[in-house]
C-alpha cells in the first residue's frame, strides 16, 4: 500500500481544491452546529446533508467516498497514472475530514478551556459560525463587551501548508476588526506556544 500520509495525494487535493467547502463540504460548520460525538456520526452527518435540507444550512457535495473518487481521478489529471489506490484515497479524505476534523474541534474546546482558566480579565467565547468563515477565528477574547482579540487554533502543521493557503489565511485575518493570534498544538495534542501567546494576551487586555 502507498504511504497515504505522504505529501502527493496532499499536493493533489491542494491543486485541484477537492476538499474546499464550495467542492466538497464544510465540515467545521457541521461540527459546530451538529456537535457529532463520533466519527462515525460525522460520517453520517456528511452523506445526510447531501440534500441541503437541513436548518443548519450546509449543503455537501457527496460522502467521503465521493471525495476519494476525486482525488483518485486526479492522479490521471496529474501523471496519466495511478500511484494510490482507491482505498488509500479513501483513508486519506476520511483522515482529513473526520479524524482531523473531530480532532481540531477537540482542541478548539480543550483552547477555550485554558484561555479561560489563564486569562480571567477576558471574557472569552467560541466565535459563531459567520466569524469563522469570514475572518478564520474560532476564540474570541473580549472586554466590556468589546473583542479585543480573536484566537485561531491551528495544528502547527499549518505552518507548513502550502503557501495559497497561509495567504488566505493572513488576507482575510487583516481584513478582521480585531487582532487575530494563532495557538497551534502538535501531534500529542499539546499547545506548543501557549505561554507566549499569554504573555502577548495578557499585555494587551484593556
Sequence with gaps: MAKITGDELNY?????????????????????YHRPYSESELESLISSHVDGLCGCGVKSQGNISVFAIHLYD???????E???SKQDCFDWQYKLFIRDSMKGRMMELKALKL????????DISLAEE??????????????SHTVIYGIQVKPKSFKYARSS??????K??????????????????????????????QKGGI
Aim: glycine letters at 2%.
Design 172 to 201: 482575510v485575518n487583516d481584513e478582521c476588526p480585531f487582532p487575530v493570534k494563532y495557538l497551534y498544538y502538535n501531534k500529542n495534542m499539546d499547545f506548543t506556544n501557549f505561554n507566549i501567546l499569554r504573555g502577548d494576551l
Design 74 to 80: 486526479a492522479q490521471w489529471k496529474e501523471w496519466q
Design 82 to 84: 495511478y500511484r494510490y
Design 130 to 143: 459567520e466569524l469563522d468563515e469570514k475572518y478564520r477565528v474560532d476564540i474570541l477574547l473580549s472586554q
Design 115 to 122: 484561555l479561560r482558566h489563564h486569562l480571567v480579565n477576558y
Design 165 to 170: 493557503v497561509q495567504q488566505h489565511h493572513k
Design 12 to 32: 493533489l487535493n491542494g491543486k485541484y481544491a477537492i476538499s474546499a467547502p464550495s467542492n466538497s463540504v464544510p465540515v467545521m460548520k457541521l461540527i459546530k
